[in-house]
């Protein structure tokens, strides 16, 4: 009977998401979307979000791990439990919405933009983005051909091997590939805004999780130190709250 009863103790601690401080939240990221993530040279995920998921983890007082996922199937892994929470440069959206839960926004809604070989590219031609992203639904329905791929570097070599015209991605993430921070790739056309803004992915059922987690990123918006870690990776000129 005992047994049956923390059995039973258990199964309701998983479908309210969180049972105890002593449970492992673990945290899934692609590792692939710098400066967001990234894996380092000691390989381990590192970026702004693995700094941000950190400081969530110890100011919730929680145990964290980190778990990295390719991103065309990180949110079914989510669901799937593979790991409890996404934190991946993923756009609060009306359309994610409908499948998973998310937190308030850890950083604005920002600029996605086009990069090309040469200013002027045809951005009604040929387009890469990365498949499953919002970049990606914009351009399919732009007029554009669109061109997917599995990750960010993967859209960039794409317009630099000529199989594409134009890169559309979130322009902070896109920089480092532009001539502005030594790359090859250059502007070209306006900057977008879209989406709600990037917040931590959940489970539906993991409301208890998402209210901790709210907190600290509620707090974390008053006392300033949120900008301040957005500005340690995207630079002074980053949107803030």
């Known amino acids: 009977m005992k047994k049956l009863i923390l059995t039973a103790a258990a199964a309701l601690a998983l479908s309210t998401g969180f049972a105890s401080a002593e449970d492992v939240v673990r945290m899934g990221t692609e590792g692939a979307y710098p400066p967001f993530n990234f894996i380092n040279d000691k390989g381990e995920v590192d970026g702004f979000e693995r700094e941000l998921g950190d400081t969530l983890c110890t100011k919730a007082e929680v145990k964290c791990t980190w778990v990295t996922n390719e991103w065309d199937s990180i949110i079914p892994n989510l669901l799937g439990g593979n790991y409890d929470t996404i934190m991946a440069g993923m756009s609060i959206t009306d359309e994610r919405k409908q499948t998973i839960d998310f937190t308030e926004a850890y950083y604005p809604p920002a600029a996605s933009a086009y990069a090309a070989l040469k200013d002027g590219a045809d951005l009604k031609g ?116």
């Open 126 to 241: 040929v387009v890469a983005a990365q498949v499953g992203t919002i970049q990606a639904d914009y351009v399919a329905k732009s007029g554009a051909t669109l061109l997917e791929f599995a990750t960010l570097d993967d859209t960039v070599a794409a317009v630099k091997n000529g199989e594409a015209d134009a890169v559309f991605a979130d322009k902070d993430a896109l920089a480092p590939f532009t001539a502005d921070q030594g790359g090859a790739l250059v502007w070209t056309g306006e900057d977008i805004p879209l989406g709600e803004g990037i917040g931590m992915g959940l489970r539906k059922s993991d409301t208890a999780l998402k209210e901790k987690f709210n907190a600290v990123i509620t707090a974390m918006k008053a006392d300033g130190s949120l900008n301040a870690m957005i500005k340690k990776w995207f630079g002074d000129d980053a949107l803030t709250f």
